[in-house]
């Protein structure tokens, strides 16, 4: 029900977007976030925005440069991601759920994932 798109190969420094579609009212009707994992570690999450677009909390490793924008009206939810590191590169999931949450068990929806690689 959900599909993530926008990743891809980066320098360090630079800028993606990814996109989260959900199917029916995935997106809309439920608390989305963002998770990566990258090779070998657990999933880590990135960062959570409530139903109607307020409620935004970040993980401390992307605060600042990492921001979340849900638009409602398409039913999607987007990753802004600036000043990208080499410690950011791994595969980035969109989770819904109902219930905010920093750790991914409680997400009912998840995505295949986006591959994001940074080089230095």
């Known amino acids: 029900q959900l599909a993530e798109s926008g990743g891809g190969l980066v320098q360090t420094g630079g800028s993606l977007r990814l996109s989260c579609v959900g199917s029916?009212?995935?997106?809309?009707?439920?608390?989305m976030a963002w998770f990566r994992q990258a090779p070998g570690k657990k999933r880590e999450f990135v960062g959570t925005?409530?139903?109607?677009?307020?409620?935004?909390v970040y993980a401390d490793s992307v605060k600042g440069r990492f921001t979340i924008i849900r638009e409602v009206i398409e039913d999607t939810v987007h990753l802004q991601m600036s000043s990208l590191k080499p410690e950011d590169t791994a595969i980035y999931y969109c989770?819904?759920?109902?219930?905010?949450?920093?750790?991914?068990?409680?997400?009912?929806?998840w995505g295949q994932g986006t591959q994001v690689t940074v080089s230095s």
């Open positions: 989770a819904a759920g109902r219930f905010l949450s920093i750790v991914p068990e409680p997400y009912d929806y």
């Open positions: 029916g009212d995935t997106v809309s009707t439920y608390i």
């Open positions: 925005v409530g139903r109607t677009g307020g409620d935004i």
